[in-house]
């Protein structure tokens, strides 16, 4: 009987961990998202549009 509790203790141990790992990490995820404020990708890109225009004259 104290093994079968034991491993249904770990085994509820173990979702729990993974479900707050999610959690967290989706946390940190939404967060450095919404911290962003400039597009990156977007100025590298007009950037380099701005480069390609610039030398075609």
């Known amino acids: ?3 079968e509790k034991a ?4 085994r ?3 979702w729990v ?3 707050i790992l999610v959690l967290f990490l989706t946390f940190i995820f ?3 998202s919404k911290a962003q404020t400039t597009n990156d ?3 590298w890109t007009t950037i380099g ?6 030398d075609s004259w």
């Open 12 to 14: 509820i141990f173990n």
């Open 30 to 32: 939404i967060g450095l």
């Open 41 to 43: 990708f977007g100025m």
């Open 17 to 19: 961990r993974f479900v």
């Open 49 to 54: 549009t701005e480069k390609n225009v610039n």
């Open 1 to 3: 009987m104290d093994k």
């Open 7 to 10: 491993d249904k203790i770990q």
